[in-house]
Structure formats: C-alpha cells, structure tokens
C-alpha cells in the first residue's frame, strides 16, 4: 500500500470572534430529506431543535432529484433483491450490514413518508407507482410528479416543519466550525448569517449535539448536477474537528447530464436514469446503441458502467458527448412522466419529442464522506451525521439509482431513535488552539478545473500528482479578505485534497474510481476503506482492510 505524504490546509477557518451566542439541545445542519427527517423525528424526544440551513429550506439537492425513492415496494420484491442489486452497484465496497439496515427498514420509511403527506404517483388501479433504474433488477423506484420526486418531498417536510413550533429554523447559515469541549466531544458550532436581524454575521450556538446532514461535495468539480450550496461544507467541519471521513475517492459521476458546451460550469441539467427505465437508449454519433453487448443490463447498467462506456466512446471519437434518444416515448408521454426534464430541454433548445438529448457524465453523487456507524453516528462525542455528508457504507464504491433519498431517510430515523438517550450535558467549549486560515475565493474556478481534469471520471498517478500539486499551491494563498466565498472555496480545497490523495492511493478500478494506469479491481490489495483525518491542518489516510460483498 503507497502512502501519502502530510498535507497542511487550515485548521480552521479564519472568522470574527461570534458577536452573539444562543443554546439549543440538538442542532441540525442541512434542509434536505435528512435533516429534516432527523428533526421531525427527534421532536417530543429532546427540547429545543435548531436546524440550520445555508440558504432557503428548500435549496439543498433533494429537490433537484428526479428519478424517485427505492425500496421493495412491488409486487414480489423482496429486501433481499434490493440489497443484491445494492452490493453488486457497491462493486464490493459496501458494508452488509448497513445495507441491509437500508432495504429492511426502506419500506416502512418510506410508507411513512406518504402517512406525512407526500404524493407519490399511482397507477391507475390506485397502486403506487414504480419505475425502474440502472442496476435495478426489478421496478422498485417510487416517484411523485412524475419527474419531481424530491421536490415534492421537501414540501411535505417543510410543511411538516412549519407545523412544528418546538422547531426553529435559521435559514441563510452557513455552518463555520464545530466547537469542541475539553473531552474533544462538541460543545457548538459558529455560524454566520445573513439577513436574520438580531443574528447577523458570526455568532456561536451552544449545545448538546449537531447532527451533520449537509449534502455533497459537487462544486468541487467544474461540471456538476449539484446545487451551488453544495460545496462540502459539512465534510470538511467534520474533518477539522477530528471526524474520520471514509471513501472520498468515490465519486459518481452520472452518466446522463445535459451537455450545454464546453464552457458551462457550476450546475447542469440532470437527465434521469428513469428515462432510460421507461424506454430511452444511448447512441453515438454514428446512430449506433451504446450500451448493447457491454452489460446485461443493457441502457439500465449501474452508473459507472455506463459513464465509463461513454467516456470511452467519447474518446474513441473526440465526440464532447453522446446522445439520449426517448423520441419513441411521445409527446403525450414524455409531458405526462417527465414533465420538468421535458421544460428543461426546451429551455436549452432541444425538445426531447423529436431530437436527440446531448448528454455527458458529470459530478453527481459522493458515495463517501463523514464515516458512521449503523445509528449515524461519527467518532466525534456528539457527532452524528446522515444522507450525503455522511458514509454509511450502503452506496460503496458506487450509489445503486434511487437510494441516496432512502438512506437520507432510513439513517435519520436511526439517530433519533439513540441521540435521546445519548445526549452530552450542555459543556463549555475549550479554547481553539487550531491554526485559522483562508484562501480567497477567487481560486474556486482554477481549482474545480484542476479536479475535473485530474481527479474527474477517469484518472491516473501522474494526472493526480499533478493536480495534488496544483491543490498544494493553492493552499498556499492567503485571502486578503474574510467571507463566505472564501470560507466556502477552503471548504472546497480541503476536501479536494483528501479526495484526490486517496485516489492517488487506491491503485485500482472499482466501480465510480476508475484509474487508467489500473484498470482491474484489485481486492488482494485495496479490499476496504482509505480513512482520512485531520490533526490541525494536517491530513493523514490510512487503509482499513473489509472483506469485499459482492452479493447474496
């Protein structure tokens, strides 16, 4: 096993000393189906609730998601397909146990998701209605507004919330740094607002526990599905704060985004994989099939196979894309199920009823990140994280379609169920003897072109290197200004090196990781998990060997 050499980044990010304090028991950061689940679902159970929010309620990644929820709710499935097709996606990374916590406990999550008020489709004899994904061996995918899944669960959470006075929201918060007791357990956080009168700027909220459900990474690439709060804040408090993240070097990148040019950047518009399970195939320049004769699955194979698949016929050709073609679908069809990707074709000039959808992978999904146990929590006293910042070992080396909103959901009911019986006395925070630091948010573009060209979809020693380097300079410049592009870019670089450092590390191909240099799954060698953490600024990864799950 190589090693890494130590990384130095700031220790903590560089900020006013808060100008306010107020207390709560548990606070919860991040709007998305997670927080907002863990929220509801600790209410009567603790006493006050905070849950903070970067920018509006409803801004976070799970209203942009299309495809739907997963979980065996068909006729004839069964949690135990579910978890096969979830380890056989996870190409031998996932932990068993935590999946099979996922697909028992799904259904049941998800039925109380619709007792709250989400409404998921029907067919019509009045049962609910499911759709296939990529890697699905079954229709499993539930789906509301036919394409508008997640947003139709963040209205019901919202309005759930709204309905729940023992639950205060502070909405335009950006969560800074955890505050740490003298037992290294958490004793608050420091956030700055905007925009909420008495709680302006940088200000420190004391309290028993913080439950992380943040989100991704996604803006650490140049091209990404991701919202433009999803600068992996939560990842890197976690990681100055001494959390171990797991799995970095994971990232998904969805086969099926919208190609707009080669100089669009930030986020782009996603083309479910339920167009494909409804029918839609790939092609190539030519008119040919993509995907028949590479997998059993054909157009439906999981999201590494397919992006690698285009990404290799992108090259072959010098093509900047393929195509999707569903024009077989209808008019009728496409306005009925896929309404909202049907509005945003039109709006980039292609109307999916008579052409071809440009289509190319870009960043989706980061199958790593705050490493927990089956109850969410962290290694941190206090800590406890759920959805995308967070690793439960279900999604492994590549996230089965359709089950990032049940983990979110099925993982947060888990908190709640032993965050009460754990909660930490009110402690003083211990002084801060981390090294504060801050690059200007003005590298943000460089450094997002320097992951995407080195640290994207494919990737190699050199490549890496190079772009490590490249990360190592930059980490060098100093913000002549303090603010939340700046605190957000190091969020950014911080996460950005531990990535690409345990993609350097991991010489192997598994699932989204795909090192041209290595080109076969390794598992002799990288069966288990890169760990990273952090002491002050200095970054160090180590392996934790795990037999491989593969299947039943």
Not at 139 to 167: F, S, V
Not at 221 to 248: E, K
Not at 462 to 476: C, E, I, P, Q, R
């Amino acid at each position: 096993m190589p090693t890494a050499p130590v990384r130095r980044v700031p220790g903590r990010l560089l900020a006013p000393a808060p100008g306010w304090t107020t207390t709560a028991d548990v606070v919860v950061v991040g709007s998305g189906i997670a927080g907002l689940t863990a929220a509801l679902r600790l209410r009567g159970q603790v006493g006050k609730i905070l849950v903070v929010t970067k920018d509006v309620l409803a801004a976070g990644s799970t209203q942009w998601a299309q495809g739907g929820i997963a979980a065996a709710l068909g006729p004839g499935d069964t949690p135990a397909e579910h978890l096969v097709d979830t380890l056989v996606a996870g190409a031998g990374a996932c932990d068993r146990d935590a999946v099979e916590v996922l697909v028992t406990e799904g259904p049941d999550a998800v039925r109380e998701l619709i007792a709250l008020g989400t409404n998921f489709d029907h067919d019509p004899n009045g049962e609910l209605s499911l759709t296939r994904e990529g890697g699905h061996h079954r229709d499993r995918i539930a789906h509301a507004g036919g394409d508008a899944t997640g947003a139709e669960i963040q209205r019901a959470l919202i309005a759930a919330i709204a309905q729940t006075p023992e639950i205060e929201v502070i909405q335009h918060a950006l969560a800074v740094d955890l505050l740490l007791a003298d037992d290294g357990g958490v004793a608050g956080l420091t956030l700055h607002v905007m925009g909420e009168g008495q709680r302006d700027g940088v200000g420190a909220v004391l309290c028993r526990a913080v439950v992380l459900a943040s989100g991704g990474l996604g803006q650490v690439f140049a091209q990404t599905t991701n919202p433009s709060v999803s600068t992996g804040d939560g990842m890197a408090v976690a990681l100055r704060a001494g959390a171990v993240l797991r799995d970095l070097e994971f990232v998904q990148f969805h086969p099926t985004v919208m190609y707009l040019g080669a100089d669009s950047r930030g986020q782009q518009p996603l083309i479910s994989e339920a167009v494909r399970g409804e029918g839609g195939f790939l092609v190539d320049w030519d008119g040919d099939r993509l995907m028949q004769g590479v997998h059993e699955l054909g157009d439906l194979a999981p999201r590494d196979v397919v992006a690698k698949a285009i990404t290799r016929r992108m090259d072959e050709t010098g093509k900047p894309h393929l195509w999707l073609d569903a024009r077989h679908l209808g008019r009728a069809f496409w306005e009925r199920r896929f309404p909202t990707i049907l509005a945003t074709c039109r709006r980039h000039g292609v109307d999916p009823v008579t052409d071809l959808i440009p289509v190319a992978p870009a960043c989706h999904y980061a199958s790593g990140g705050v490493r927990t146990d089956l109850w969410g929590r962290s290694n941190v006293p206090g800590l406890y994280a759920t959805g995308e910042v967070a690793c439960s070992g279900v999604h492994g080396a590549n996230r089965l379609a359709s089950n990032s909103l049940l983990e979110g959901l099925v993982f947060s009911r888990r908190i709640a169920t032993v965050l009460p019986e754990e909660l930490r006395p009110l402690r003083p925070p211990a002084p801060d003897t981390r090294t504060a630091g801050l690059v200007p948010g003005e590298v943000r573009r460089e450094l997002q072109e320097v992951m995407t060209a080195r640290a994207g979809v494919l990737r190699s020693a050199d490549g890496l290197a190079d772009g490590l380097g490249h990360l190592d300079k930059l980490a060098g410049v100093a913000a002549e200004s303090v603010d939340q592009e700046s605190w957000e870019t190091t969020n950014l670089l911080t996460i950005s090196t531990a990535l690409a450092d345990a993609a350097a590390l991991r010489e192997e191909t598994r699932g989204s990781h795909w090192r041209e240099d290595f080109p076969e799954r390794d598992d002799a060698r990288f069966a288990g998990h890169l760990d990273v953490v952090m002491r002050d600024g200095a970054s160090t990864l180590a392996f934790t060997p795990a037999p491989a799950t593969d299947g039943a």
